[in-house]
């Protein structure tokens, strides 16, 4: 083989990589696949291992598996909270299953992230809701077992207090839901105003970085025109 020309394919193999390595799961499945069919002997790794979509199949069928177990043995109140909770696992589930087929997907990368973040606030509220004295809601006693029973119940003394305390639940989740929405648009306008900053500064490591790769492109074409 024409040594400028296997000069040539390492040069764009490192390129791939490092485009692998900075994007990550932006990148394709093909990018992948290329960078660890040449670099993957020599490390002893195998390619298929990094077919993201395997990844999120899997991610996909344990959050169904959640899914079927959230909040068995519960009643009262409680069942309230924790269908809640299915719902937002079922997002999760559906988000992977269209990241394990399109991983650039960006609404669905969206909804994972912001389903997750919202499984981890709801279970927190549900803690301080439905199993502590301090929090619990108005006319209503924590979560308890059932005696002779393998329930566990959110006992309300009046229909009343039951009903005000759906509707409350029910309003803590919205309020969770505006909350996270409005903390994911400051997140996106912080990163957006730094990433644009960076854009117009190339320094130190970044700039070696991009000077050295611009050498190497000038001395492969001087090599191909001697």
């Keep these: 083989m024409d040594p400028i020309a296997e000069y040539r394919n390492d040069f764009k193999i490192i390129k791939t990589c490092k485009f692998i390595q900075q994007k990550d799961s932006r990148s394709s499945a093909a990018e992948i696949g290329v960078c660890c069919s040449w670099l993957g002997p020599e490390f002893g790794l195998d390619h298929f291992l990094f077919n993201e979509s395997f990844i999120f199949i899997y991610a996909a069928i344990a959050f169904l598996l959640e899914y079927s177990v959230i909040g068995v043995g519960i009643t009262g109140l409680g069942t309230v909270v924790y269908?809640?909770?299915?719902?937002?696992?079922?997002v999760c589930a559906g988000s992977c299953l269209v990241l394990s087929v399109k991983p650039t997907a960006?609404?669905?990368?969206?909804?994972?992230?912001?389903?997750?973040?919202?499984?981890?606030?709801?279970?927190?509220?549900?803690?301080?809701?439905?199993?502590?004295?301090?929090?619990?809601?108005?006319?209503?006693?924590?979560?308890?077992?059932?005696p002779g029973s393998p329930n566990a119940d959110v006992h309300c003394e009046l229909e009343d207090d039951g009903m005000r305390g759906v509707a409350l639940v029910n309003l803590l989740f919205?309020?969770?839901?505006?909350?996270?929405?409005?903390?994911?648009?400051?997140?996106?306008?912080?990163?957006?105003?730094?990433?644009?900053?960076?854009?117009?500064?190339?320094?130190?490591?970044?700039l070696a970085q991009l000077e050295s790769e611009s050498i190497l492109i000038r001395s492969s074409h001087e090599l191909e025109m001697e």
């Design 83 to 90: 269908e809640l909770l299915a719902q937002l696992t079922l």
């Design 106 to 146: 960006f609404f669905a990368e969206f909804l994972l992230s912001t389903g997750l973040v919202f499984k981890g606030t709801w279970l927190l509220q549900a803690g301080l809701c439905l199993y502590t004295d301090a929090f619990v809601l108005k006319g209503c006693r924590k979560i308890v077992v059932l």
């Design 174 to 206: 919205v309020v969770h839901a505006i909350g996270i929405v409005i903390a994911s648009f400051v997140v996106f306008g912080i990163l957006s105003s730094f990433r644009n900053l960076r854009c117009g500064e190339a320094s130190g490591p970044l």
